[in-house]
Each structure stands twice: as C-alpha cells, then as structure tokens.
C-alpha cells in the first residue's frame, strides 16, 4: 500500500487535466444548490433546526474529497441516515433541543469510529449480509416514515413525533379540521414545482425553484400572519469548533443506532459509488477505503457540529451527470454552501417549512419501491415475504429492528435452505455419458444394483442428518437386495465440515458391512483437501475416487463381471412429468 | 398417520415374543440397579435432594415406554439435564428450598410442553443445527462443571456453588487444610471400585457396588461421626401428585433455560437413539414422535414431582447390551425404583455423599473429549476453534451462554464461508473433455479469448459482490482486449436468489456491451427454475445455455469462425504447483 492507497486525492489532483474544470464547476455548483434546501429539509427530518443540515455539508465533503475513492459522490445528509438519527436520538431527548443538538453530534463521531475502524480492520464485507429483499423492504418503509412524518408540516397541524404510520396518520385524521390550508396550498404548490421541473428537464434545480417560490410568496403576502410555519431566524456564520460531548451512558445509548447507521450508510454510499464507477472505469472504487473516507468525514464533521452524514443517491446522480470528473466537484459544494452559510442565511427566513416537507415527500415518495415486490411475488417467493416481513417489521417494530429482523431472517433462510439441500438420483442420458437427475429429465436410463446420488450443497452438521435419512429412502426404493453400488457424485459438494466427515464416514462403513460399493466422483479441491486431512481418503479408499460418473459407472460394471455372474443389467426408462 | 405411529407400543405390544421376556427383564433390572446411585447422584447435581432422583425414574419411564419409538432408549435423570437444571433454577431461589423444588418441577413442566409441541409442529430438525465441535466443547465444559461442583463432597468442605471453574478451584485450593480425609478416602474407594468393577466386567453395576460399600462402612464404623456427611432420612413411598406451580414470571424467566434443556436433552437422546437402533433395524426412530414422547414424559413426570429427564447414554448402551428388545425393559426398570421408592430408602440413610460424588465424577470424566479436539487440530482448523470457542465461553459465561455463543458462531461461520467462495477458473485436461482447476492441475490448457468460471457456492446476496470481483480479477489478468467468450460453469451453484439475479443480469448486460459473449453450462434442475421464474432466461438467450463445458467451448470456436479471422487459437500450458 503506498500513500495514495490511504490519499486518493493524491492520485488525481497533481496530474489534473484543466479540461476537467468547467465540469466539475458546474456539476459541484448544482449539487450546491440542491444541498441548500435539501440539507435544511433532512435536518427537519433528523428533529434538528435546519442550520445543521448546512453544517452538515461543509467540512464532511472536504474531508472525502481528499480519501474518498470515488469521485463523482455526493457526500452529506441524506433522508435515510436523517431519519435513522432522529429514531435514536428521539428517544434520549426532546427533539430540537440542546441536549438532543450534542447527541446527534456524539452519534455522528461513533458513526464515523465504527466506520473507520470497519475499514482499517477491513471489515467492509459485511455489508453484503444486506440482501436486496431487505434494503427494499427496509427502505420504503422507512420511505414511508419519512414522508408520513413531513405530514405536520404540509398540514400546518400539530401531530407528535412516532414512528408508527398508523399513530400518525390517526392523529392527522383527527386533526383534518385544524388544518392551515394556506400552509398546504403551499406544500402542494412545491410539490408540483418539483414534480414539474424535473419532468421538463433533469438539470432544473426543482427543489430551488420551490424555496425561491415559497420565499417571495410568504415574505410578499405576509402569509406567516396566517398561521404559515416558517423557519424563521438562521443563524449566520461557519459552524464552530467543539469537541463532542461524550458520557460513558452516552455509548451504551448510542451505539446499536450508531452501528445501524454506520452499516445502512455505508450500504447507500457504496452502492451508488460503484454504480456510478461503473460508467467511468478511470478510478476504482475500494469498500475498506471508503468506510475509512466516510468514517472521517463524520469524524471530522463531529467537531465541527454536524450530524451522520454519507454519500446520497439523488445527489450523486446529478453530480455525475453534470460532468463532476474529480474531487474537486464536491469541494466547490461545500464552498457554495460555505457562502451560503456566511452571506445567504437572512434570505431563509422567510422559508416556509411547508416547502421543506415538499422537498422531502417528493425525495422520499420515489424511494417505496412497489415494482420490486411485485416482481419478487412472481420471481423469488420466499424473497418477496423476506421483503414484506422487513417492511412490516419496519414499521410496526422501529427502524432499528425492522433492518435487524431483516437480516437475520435472511441468513437465517440461506441456513435453513442449506439444511434440506436438494438431493437427486442420477441416470443416464441415452447415447452419453451425461448423467441427470431421474425426476426431472425425461427416459434417462437406471439399473437396480446401482444408485447414483448427487447432493446439491456443502455438506455440514445441519445437513447431514437430512442427507443420510433421502439416500436410505432412495436405497429403499429399490428392489430388495438388488443394489450393489452407491455413486456419490460429489461435483456440487462445496465444501465439507468435521461433522459430515464423522457421519460420511461412519455411513461408508455400515454400507460396507452390508456388501455394498461405494464410489465418489467428481470429488473439488477444497473437498478433496479436506478429506486429505481428516483421512477419509484412506477410510473410503484412493480406488474408489473416479473423475467422473460415467468412468464411475464403467468401473462397477467391471467389477461386477469378475465377482459374481454378469447381472441382468436390466435397464429400465423413468417415464416422469417433467418440469419446464 | 395411524394410532401406531402416535403409539408405538401399540405395535410391538400385541405382538410381543415371549422369547424376549428374558431379555427385557435382565435389561430392565440392571439399568434399574444403575438408575438408584445415578438418579440420587444426579438430582445432587441439579441441586435437589437425592429422592427427587428416583421420583424422575418412576412415570417418566412409563410414559416414554408407551410414546417412544426407541426400543432400548433409557429415560430418567442425566448429568448434563441435571446441571442445566442447576443453572437455570439456581439464580432464582437457594438449593435444596421448597421454592427450588417447586421451580425444578415447572421446568420440568416447560421443557415437556416445549418438546411436545416441537414434535406436534415438526420441528425436530432444529436440533441439527448443534453441530458436531459445539457439542464437543459444550459438552466437556458442562463435564467439568459437574465434576467440579462434586469436589465439596469429595473433600468433605464447604465451597460455595458456582459455575465458575476458577472460582470453585481457588476455593478448593485455600480449603486444602480444612478436607476431610475420611470422606476423601471414601470418595476415592468409590472411584477405585466402580473404574475396576468396570474394567473387569462391563456388566458389573459398579456405582451400586460403590454404594453398598460406602454405606456398610459408614454403618459399620460410625463414620458420620468423624464428619462424614451421609445422605441422611430419605422419605419413603411414591411421589405425590400436585400441580406444578406456575406464575407469569416463573415463565419468563426459565423459558431461556426450558428452550436449551429442551434442545440440549432431545439431542442427547435422539443421538443415542439412532446409534442403537442402527445395529436392529427391525424399528424406525422418528425425530418428531421422539419429542413428543420426551415431551409427553416431562410433563406427566412434572405432575409426579419429576424434573427434567431425557433419555441417557450409558443407561442405553446398557440396556442394549443386557439385552431389552422393547419398551417393557423400562417399565421393568421403574417397577424397581418403584419397589425401591416403597420399601428400600431407610438403607440409604448412611450413604454418604462421597460415593455420590464418585459416581458422578467418574460418569463425567469419561465425556471430556480431548480426542475430539485434537483430532479436529489436524482435520479442521476452524472446527477445532469452534470447540475450543464453545467450551471457553461454557466455563466462563456460562451453560446456556455456551451452546448459544457456540450455535450462533457455527451458524455465523457457514454464512462466512458461503460469503466468499471458491470460484476456479477452469482449463482443458489435454486431450479430454474434462475442465479442471487451473490453479490445481498441472498442463490444464487454456486460451486468451476464453474465460471458464466455475462457482462453487450457491449465489446469492452475500457472494454476489465478491463473485464480481473475482471474475473481474480474472478478466483484467488476460492480455488487453483479447478476451473473447467468457463461459461460467454453474454445475456448482446449488440456488441463485434474487438478488443474484439482479445483479447477474446486469453484469452480462455489461459484458455483451463489451462485446463479450456470455454461455452458461450445467445449470442444476433448482436453479434453472430460479431463472425462469425470473425472466433470467430470456435475458441470457436460450441459445446460450449449453450441457457440458465442453459444447460450450465447442459452440464459442464455431463462433469464432463464424464473425472473424481464425484466430491464433494458441493454446499455453499453465506449470503452476499442484497441491497434493
């Protein structure tokens, strides 16, 4: 590893091609611009005063520019990691205040801790454990959360904070009556801004237009008089320096929600870093180092007041296609948002939080993704309940548990799957030395005194039991006494534990005692290594290994001529339905 | 289903062979003789008073009898139940109390009704999922426990209980000056006599031997005076029946403990179950009847003021080896605790609890397995850290803790390995049609414009990222821009889910745009549905999907032909090592 390895930046920046500069001026400025209302809006949605979500998108940026791998991500808060804070957080204190302002704070240093140790000890694998079934499901429902907690403020009601869909959309209903539709005359009229701008053209900053829209419209009409929330005084000025306020009952609290955090963003941001990367193929993207540049960049931000941050969808997305090519993009964000913060801050007063939920239901509303069930429902059916169960689970039980549920219950089923693998009889395929399963290709040929098995899985203690209880039935099947030879076709056998081994080989030995043959074929390199060493070649017999089924098959029919009068050799052809 | 399958008595009863009788009886009697010293020794163990041991010999073994689908398996107290026992009920009230016994009997009640309705709703294979070195390194641990925890009355002192190894050795060490060397020497004639009785004849009842002489010397010589403690007034007749006394925070807290003796003494019992029944043959073991026969024991045990049985090794093997050919040998057994219950306690008012101690140590000792651990150092590297894992974290944190660190961390493991699999990349055996390891095989020929893949693993959310990976790697590692065809072997992908598919699609799509083409071979019967039901084979093309590797490699040279040049075809032979 050299020190680009640890620096990107150091990779691109000395060799920077001027060519490359009105791109990434232009896409680091759209994504500047989106950073303004959305950074406020995903504060709101994380419980604190939208100022943070500007903070948020100053020094994090910075920091990934100079270790990030990727260069076209967008780095800062995003819906999910907003809405995952304001769940943690939301419990220890009132939201908006002091106290809750230092915990978002301490979160956002053990978020960017856990990420960076993740990826020192490269531990970045672990992300893989999230199946697609459960990010979906995971998503919209949090989606949902997020949109349905935006609800206030389009309404211009009072409802308080839950992550329960059903309390909230209770108390919205009770509350129809009190509803300021002003306030959500306002919030539509964004809606449609942003639905409109982006359909015309990709490139309009939609979500600016709205807050520009919502500005002169209440500063123009007075309409804070009639009852329109508003965001009201923002401080000015770069966030300050202060060192994250940690108590030992502080860790305890926060770190289930913060390691959720650290895995759900680090998810988000890789996901998009690759597939964007995909497009390029100038750079890779390395997992372990971006956990390293994420888990700095919250490092950093801690100490400068900002909240979780990662690398988000939308924003990224736009960023590419406005032509970022390096860093340097992301570096004219922050600086816009650095302007922002010092000269621009009196113009938000005015801001309608109304427009902010706009931005947010729009952003949010596209993330639940219905199609992805309904294709599951036909394509993979256990998957489609692994979807539904998270998403519930989600809901119902909170966003924490919901993405744990989820991914145990996956594991879980891959566990279980492997526990009753698939387990086939073999024939041959007339004319050849193909041999496949009986109950499903049509008038393969079978012999009575020989039974060919192939076991579709690893072979370990959950599935030995399960292993040895099919072959006897298969033995049974057959006419009494008439088997002489059991083939193992050991070609999808993935790998083997110390359990299956013990059992193997204890099995090879009671059919053995009851005069049968027993021949393996097709034996992998990490099988075979593993029967070196726990001497089952000797207990099962180098002569009994053949490379294939049909030299398998050719040598008990050799041996069934020396030792006892040719047999029948009857050959009988299956006539089974047979799948598509 | 018939009535049979739901008693099995029902099928050897009515067609008893009075040629057996002799067998059952001499069977009976003799796990009878074991099971007086034993169920004393072990109800010491669980924490109760002896006689509580002999009312868990009577009912349970009656009821199993009718239920079991075992012939030879013999119920009643066991060790490892026994400490269980002792761990779970020991937190919640002091040893030996009313509430303790009263606690013990509702666990018996929990862990029958648990097994039962495991059996009613099939679920006896969970017990799979204990594998092999986690039994291993469990097992011996709880033996050192219960070995340990007898060195008080060996010694003759008071140490406090404790599941602890450390604690109990420390105590033992500084209460060196305090033993009771009378009753050690008593202890260690035990030992002598029931390690000889067995060396000499395995039929010899060795631990009644132990008692009959522990008690004659104690009677004889006053021994109780000189601080021999003796097991004292034994109540006589039958236990009574009651209601176990149960409360809602009864429930909570020995459910944890209920659901592991539940599984931990199915184990144990289905275990020795099967290994008898595989030298008769002339009865089948069924896993789910078994639970509800163990279940069905426990509870009616628990109404008779029994607590947690299951059926017990050496009591099987000797069972079998003295001859029983069917459940009536238990019922001769219980018939004698019976008539031990009734007319035989006032004899076991000098027994002093040394010889207890002996009988349980030696029976404990015997189920550390050193063996087991080495074996495993040489033939399964992380097998053998699994043991060793399971058995740490059993003496240090605890029994249930154990088998749960030891159960998560194999399952844990299984995901790991299938997380990042083996994937060949494949080269002709020269003059074959046989495509094997490159990396394996020495003189294994292969060419620029092909990439052979073979996966061996199913593919699913966890691996798909690293399948990627890799067969980048192997991509970027052919000459520039002379890759041709890539074929992927899929003779060992055992499932693909739907992640995999997304992810599969996509990355073909990406290929053809390279300009590759992309032939799958020996798609397995599961995984070629998962394809269909997920439109993978129309986005693959049928005409890509090929038997063998070889008409694959065959189809891509007719290709080659077809759209350009001959190419050089220039065949290299790989001279990497070969691993033995």
């Known amino acids: 590893m050299k020190i680009k390895d640890y620096m ?24 500047g611009v989106m950073l303004i ?13 939208p100022i943070y979500g500007l903070y948020a998108s100053t020094l994090p940026l910075l920091i990934y520019a100079l270790l990030g791998t990727s260069r076209q991500l967008a780095v800062g808060p995003v819906a999910m990691v907003s809405l995952l804070t304001a769940a ?34 490269r531990l970045g694998f672990l992300v893989n454990f999230l199946s697609h079934p459960v990010i979906s499901g995971f998503t919209s429902a949090a989606a949902l959360i997020i949109g349905l907690s935006q609800l206030k403020h389009l309404l211009g009601v009072e409802i308080a904070r839950s992550h329960h869909v059903h309390e909230i959309v209770l108390e919205a209903i009770t ?15 964004g809606v449609v801004l942003i639905i409109g701008a982006k359909r015309l053209h990709k490139a309009i900053p939609g979500p600016l237009l709205a807050v520009v829209f919502g500005v002169l419209l209440v500063w123009g009409m007075n309409l804070q008089e009639q009852g329109v929330k508003i965001v009201g005084e923002v401080p000015g000025g770069l966030p ?17 929600i913060a390691l959720a955090i650290a895995l759900v963003s680090f998810m988000e941001s890789i996901a998009v870093a690759k597939a964007i990367q995909a497009k390029h193929k100038d750079y890779k993207v390395i997992a372990n180092q971006e956990l390293i540049a994420l888990g700095a960049a919250n490092i950093g931000g801690a100490f400068l007041q900002s909240y979780p941050v990662t690398g988000g969808f939308s924003r990224t997305a736009i960023n590419d296609q406005s032509g970022a090519k390096t860093g340097l993009a992301s570096i004219f964000s922050a600086s816009l948002i650095v302007l922002t913060l010092l000269f621009l801050t009196p113009l938000f007063y005015y801001l309608p939080k109304a427009i902010l939920a706009s931005v947010i239901m729009v952003a949010v509303f596209g993330l639940i993704d219905v199609k992805e069930a309904k294709h599951l429902w036909k394509a993979d059916r256990s998957d489609f309940w692994m979807l539904i169960v998270t998403f519930l689970a989600t809901l119902g039980l909170g966003i924490e548990q919901g993405i744990g549920i989820g991914v145990v219950l996956s594991l879980g089923f891959i566990i279980f799957r492997t526990s009753r693998p698939h387990i086939a009889e073999l024939g041959q395929v007339p004319g050849t030395s193909f041999y496949r399963n009986v109950e499903r290709f049509d008038a393969v040929l079978r012999r009575d005194d020989l039974l060919i098995i192939r076991l579709d899985a690893q072979l370990y203690f959950a599935n030995i039991d399960f292993f040895k209880d099919r072959v006897h039935e298969l ?84 041996d069934q001529k020396h030792t006892k009068e040719p047999s029948a050799h009857q050959l009988f052809v299956l006539q089974t339905n047979v799948e598509a």
Do not use: C
Request: glycine share 12%; aromatic share 8%.
């Open 88 to 121: 943690g957080v939301g419990g220890l204190a009132e939201g908006g205040t002091e106290t809750y302002i230092a915990l978002a704070i301490a979160l956002a240093l053990f978020v960017g801790l856990i990420q960076f140790l993740l990826g020192v000890f």
């Open 8 to 31: 990107p930046i150091l990779e691109w920046l000395p060799s920077y091609d001027k060519r490359q500069l009105p791109g990434d001026l232009s896409a680091g400025l759209t994504v």
């Open 240 to 256: 300050s320096f202060g060192i994250p306020q940690i108590q030992w009952t502080t860790i305890q609290d926060l770190l289930p």
């Open 475 to 558: 033995m049974q099947a057959r006419p009494y006494k008439s088997l002489r030879t059991i083939i193992l076709n050991a070609e999808s056998i993935n790998a083997i534990d110390s359990t299956a081994m013990h059992a193997l080989s204890d099995l090879i030995e009671d059919w053995r005692k009851e005069g049968l043959t027993v021949l393996i074929t097709g034996v992998k390199g990490p099988v075979r290594d593993s029967l070196v060493k726990g001497h089952l070649i000797e207990t099962i017999g180098k002569e009994n290994f053949y490379m294939s089924v049909q030299e398998a098959v050719d040598g008990h029919l050799q």
């Open 37 to 49: 209302p959305q950074g406020m809006a995903y504060a709101m949605i994380a419980g604190l005063p």
């Open 175 to 189: 509350k129809l009556g009190e509803v300021n539709w002003t306030t959500f005359a306002i919030g539509l009229g």
